[in-house]
């Protein structure tokens, strides 16, 4: 074999398509509602706010490797051991710590159709293969999932609730899912969106972690929390998995001034309970006026809907259309979605100024 004549990246990398983040801007439009990447339209506690710019007089500084304070907040939240807690710049950093971790060449992680996109490319990216587990109701189906199982299956990767489709798995499927996996199989719950969540049946993982040594629950201050720029994401795992983790991470891997602003955003419960009721009344009423007008909504569970336009109706004229009027949805063609439009639940008014832009779009002649 000749050497090659530039460096190589590792099998896989080059598989990959980078991650495509959603939109934020529009083109010559003045006014403009990001509805295009599940952020809060609440903001932060101002007690987040607070603590960030406090931090500004001690930029010189170091922040505390083991992000104590913010272990403990998080502990204290929950009523966890802060021990078994490790927290990233982002839980993006997390997932793929693990993978890192627990993924080789020749070893596969198993993920659902649609599926969020960073699980295959954590996969790839750590050289191992991505299995999809097909889905019912663009929901992750248990059994599709323990189907592909096989000896070389190391990471189990399931969104619940999923982005984009807003759908979740009950709890007991997910026990049921967890008594069907091998024991050296790592289940990662990922409960980005748990907090929004309004279903007796749901459980983010807590208990599931809590009381075995192979599933980790990982979360993040990026939604509802509304931290995102800060790049916040903790987990919750056994203790051998948060050791590992604590090997590779890198030593200062969390900002104090994002150590900080998370402290105070997760002692705010008040802040948390004000974003959850306006979930709860917007949500609603997006998934019912978007379905009167002939677009078919996937129930959801998150602060995000997925709309699905009938076949004479193009989701891309749809965004055009919607951009045009400085309301930014996100096209989701990359999770397989070809005719579908992804939108964030926004304030009032962004909310009320898209159900009547889609009623003009829905009854334009096409
Ligand atoms: C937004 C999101 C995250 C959070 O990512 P961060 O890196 O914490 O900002 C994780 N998982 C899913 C499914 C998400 O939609």
């Known amino acids: 074999m000749s050497t090659p004549t530039r460096p190589q990246p590792n ?38 706010i607070a603590a960030y710019k406090a931090l500004a007089d001690h930029l010189q500084d170091y922040p505390d490797g083991a ?58 990216g750590s050289g191992a293969t991505p299995v999809e587990a097909a889905e019912k109701n663009f929901t992750a189906d248990v059994d599709a999932i323990l189907a592909k199982v096989t000896p070389r299956t190391r990471i189990v990767f399931i969104a619940n ?39 007796n049946d749901y459980e983010a993982g807590i208990e599931l972690v809590a009381t075995s040594e192979n599933v980790v629950m990982c979360r993040t201050f990026s939604k509802i929390h509304g931290l995102a720029a800060l790049r916040i994401g903790w987990m919750y795992a056994p203790e051998h998995v948060i050791d590992v983790i604590n090997r590779i991470r890198g030593p200062f891997n969390v900002s104090a001034a994002a150590i900080a602003a998370g402290v105070a955003a997760i002692g705010d419960a008040q802040h948390v309970e004000t974003s959850i009721a306006h979930n709860e009344r917007w949500l609603p009423w997006l998934t019912q006026e978007i379905s009167k007008l002939g677009i078919i909504v996937t129930p959801s569970v998150g602060n995000f809907l997925l709309m699905h336009f009938p076949k004479d109706k193009s989701a891309k004229d749809a965004d055009a259309f919607l951009t045009a009027r400085g309301l930014i949805l996100r096209m989701v063609s990359a999770y397989g979605f070809t005719n579908a439009l992804r939108m964030t639940v926004g304030t009032e008014e962004a909310n009320r100024l898209v159900v009547q832009a889609l009623t003009e779009f829905m009854g334009k002649p096409q």
Do not use: Q, W
């Not at 009950?170 to 309004?198: C, M, Q, T, W």
């Open 161 to 199: 609730p999923n982005n984009p489709t807003g759908t979740y798995v009950p709890f007991d499927e997910i026990k049921r899912l967890h008594r069907g996996l091998p024991a050296n199989v790592l289940l990662v719950l990922d409960a980005a969106y748990s907090e929004y969540v309004r279903k």
């Open 67 to 124: 992000h104590s304070d913010l272990r403990e907040a998080i502990g204290r939240a929950f009523g966890l051991d802060p021990a078994r807690i490790v927290c990233g710049a982002g839980s993006d950093e997390l997932l793929g710590l693990l993978g890192n971790a627990y993924l080789a060449p020749g070893t596969e992680a198993i993920h659902t159709t649609h599926g969020f996109l960073m699980y295959p490319i954590i996969t790839l």
């Open 11 to 48: 099998p896989g990398v080059l598989d990959i398509a980078a991650y495509v983040p959603g939109k934020s801007s529009a083109p010559g439009v003045a006014r403009v509602f990001k509805l295009s990447s599940n952020e809060t339209p609440l903001g932060p506690s101002p007690k987040a």
